[in-house]
Every structure is written in structure tokens, then in C-alpha cells.
């Protein structure tokens, strides 16, 4: 069985812990030390790297010097032993994993995808998608456009319901209650932020979430829905009657949160 497990880091961040046969893996290590703690003198068998920010790469120099490990990202980042990028495919922790280009937050950024199967045949793919897609939100566009952005939101809505989220940060909260500002009259939203509410005066995360629950809850999935778009034209100023595209309605709202 794969075990996925969030080891917290810095303010927010979340680096991801794949454990099986033996093996494991981390995801995003914007620093070393958490990683070490968590591995309680297991050796780190590689590292996954979704784009360059130094919040998810900061502990790339200080593994790979303790533990040998390969390091697999985008080609740009420095200490990445082997390169990958979108199209890619092969085996990690005996599972299928494939690579698929994201940009948007940054013009490297990359999802990767690993997907179990059961002994029933069925499959349950696992998504760790950075910094583009989070619980109830998505990333700041620091490189990218809004419609490349957009774009790489609506390939990974393309991806079994079912599909696990595994984002890089604890923001749910803060983005749940944007969401319930931009469609106050989602009772799903409403329904997902108590929720979450619980779970964080607990102390556990928020995460990980599926992409049923963001495009049940996600308003930057949710462009084409007609309370979204009218929120995204009142905060341009426009007539909510004038017809405004998906992109353009999408834009809007993350200049909205940029400043919320």
C-alpha cells in the first residue's frame, strides 16, 4: 500500500511523503530538516520537484548530500538530477506515473501524477500539483497568463473525479472564504468551510482534497458558472449582462484575490 502523509515546512507549505516497500520519496522539499525528522533514519530513496520557487526546493542541496537520492523536475532547476517534463511517463514505487506541463504560476511548473491500482482492477490516481491548483484556489500568475493559466485548471479538471489533490499549501481556509464571497449561494462551499474549519482548530490539514470537491467548490473552476461570472464582471466594472469569456471572468477573479 502507498502511504501519502504531509510533512509540514516554513509558514504554510506541505512537502509530500510517499512511502512503500521500503522506499520514499518526498515531494517539494522547501527545506531539509522536517524531511529528515519525518524519515526517523529511513534513507530518501528520491525527490519530486514541480517548479523552481525556493519554498519547494530549498531542501534539494542538503538531501541529495545525506541521502545520494535522485532528483526529478523541470530541467531549469538547479541540483535536478534528472530532468522531466510534460509527455513523460515511467514507473515510480512500482506505480505508473506521467508528467504533464502546467504553466501558469510559473512557466516550468509541472503536474505529476502517480496512479495505484487495486486488486479489484480499479485505479486511484494521486495528483501533486504544486502551486497551480489549490483546496478552493490556484496560484499567483508570477510568470504565466491568465488563459495559460486557465488552461492548465481545465486539463487537470480532466482527471477522474475521484483523483487525490495534494497541493503544496494550507490555504484552504483563506481560499474557502473568497469562494463563499465570489458564490455565496454554493451550500457545498459553505458545507466544505465549516468543515475545514474543524479539521484546522484540530490541527490536522485541510488536504488532500479531489477534484470532484474543486470543481464542486473551486470559483476558478467555476467560470462558467452564471453567479461566478457575474461576480467576476462586477469586479471589473461591467454590466453583468455583457457577455464576458471564461478567461476574462478568470483573470478577474484572481486580481480580486490577489488583493482579498
Given amino acids: 500500500m502507498l502511504s501519502i502523509t504531509p510533512i509540514p515546512a516554513l509558514n504554510d507549505n506541505y512537502i509530500w511523503h510517499l512511502a512503500k516497500d521500503n522506499q520514499h520519496w518526498v515531494v517539494d522539499p522547501g527545506e531539509a530538516e522536517p524531511v529528515i525528522k519525518a524519515l526517523n533514519g529511513a534513507p530518501l ?3 519530486l520537484i514541480t517548479h523552481h520557487h525556493y519554498d519547494h526546493t530549498g531542501g534539494i542541496k542538503a538531501l541529495h548530500k545525506q541521502y545520494q537520492c535522485p532528483v526529478f523536475g523541470p530541467k531549469s532547476i538547479k541540483g535536478v538530477t534528472n530532468p522531466i517534463a510534460g509527455g513523460d511517463h515511467f514507473s515510480l514505487l512500482g506505480l505508473a506515473l506521467e508528467v504533464w506541463d502546467i504553466p501558469g504560476h510559473t512557466l516550468d511548473h ?7 491500482e487495486s ?26 497568463s491568465p488563459k495559460q493559466m486557465y488552461d492548465s485548471l481545465q486539463k487537470l479538471t480532466s482527471l477522474p473525479q475521484g483523483t487525490r489533490v495534494y497541493c503544496a499549501h494550507e490555504y484552504t481556509l483563506g481560499n474557502l472564504h473568497f469562494a463563499h464571497t465570489i458564490e455565496p449561494g454554493n451550500s457545498v462551499t459553505s458545507k466544505r468551510l465549516a468543515d475545514s474549519q474543524v479539521l484546522r482548530e484540530a490541527g490536522k490539514p485541510t488536504l488532500p482534497s479531489t477534484i470532484a470537491e474543486e470543481i464542486a467548490t473551486n470559483p476558478f473552476l467555476r467560470c462558467h458558472i452564471p453567479e461566478v461570472a457575474q ?12 457577455q464576458l469569456d471564461e478567461v476574462e471572468i478568470f483573470a478577474s477573479l484572481r486580481d480580486w484575490k490577489d488583493h482579498f
Fill in 110 to 116: 509541472l503536474a505529476i501524477i502517480l496512479t495505484e
Fill in 231 to 242: 461576480s467576476g464582471a462586477k469586479h471589473l466594472g461591467q454590466d453583468s449582462s455583457k
Fill in 119 to 144: 486488486s479489484g482492477g480499479r485505479s486511484q490516481p494521486h495528483l501533486f500539483c504544486g502551486d497551480t491548483l489549490f483546496a478552493a484556489g490556484c496560484g499567483r500568475l508570477f510568470e504565466g
Fill in 45 to 47: 530513496s528520491g525527490i
